[in-house]
C-alpha cells in the first residue's frame, strides 16, 4: 500500500506552510501529514496550524517524536496535536502510564528497529524497545528508515528482531498484519 505523506522539516517557516497547505492537501494525492528533520526544535503547539488543516481534511496525522526526546514529549505531542500515530516513538518504552496511554488510545508507533540501533537510541536488536512496547500493548509497525542511510528492507527488520529474540513469530505475524491492513484515518 503506497500512501503520499504531506511531510515538513521542523524549522519550516510554519506561517508560510500553513497558507500553502491547503493547495497540497486539495489534491488528495496526500493521506497524512508528518514533522520531521529533528525533534524539539519547536513547541508542539507552534505546529497547531499544519495539524489543524491536516484534521480538516482528515488526513492522519503523524509526528517524528520520542526517537531522541522523552515519553513525556510523545504524550505531550499526541495531547497538543490529536496524533494518530508517532514515527519512532520508542522513548515511551521508559514509561508505563505513557505506553498505557498510547495502547488505551490505539495511537501507533511506526518502529525502525535497524536506525534506531546505528543511531544508537537502541543498544541492539535483542534489547530493542520495541519488545517492552509490545508487552505492555502499545501497537506498532515495524519500518526502515532512509534505506539508503541504513540498507536494510522490511524483511531485514523483521529477520534481526526475530534472530536477536525481541519477538516472537507469533508478534512479528501481529505486527505484520497491522502493518499490512493499516490502521491509517481514511479507512477507520
Known sequence: MFEPELTYISACDIDSAAESIDEYIKTGFFKSIDVCGGENIRPFDAFIPLYRKAEHYGLTK???VGESGSADDIRK???????????????????RDVMRFLADNHIQLNVCPSSNVMLGYAKDYEHHPIKTLVENGVEVTINTDDLLIFNSSIENEYLMLFKAGALTVDQLEEIRLRGLNGKRKTER
Open 77 to 95: 505531542s499526541v495531547d497538543v496535536l490529536g496524533l494518530d500515530e508517532v514515527h519512532h516513538g520508542i522513548a515511551a518504552a521508559t514509561s
Open 62 to 64: 503523524i509526528m517524528h
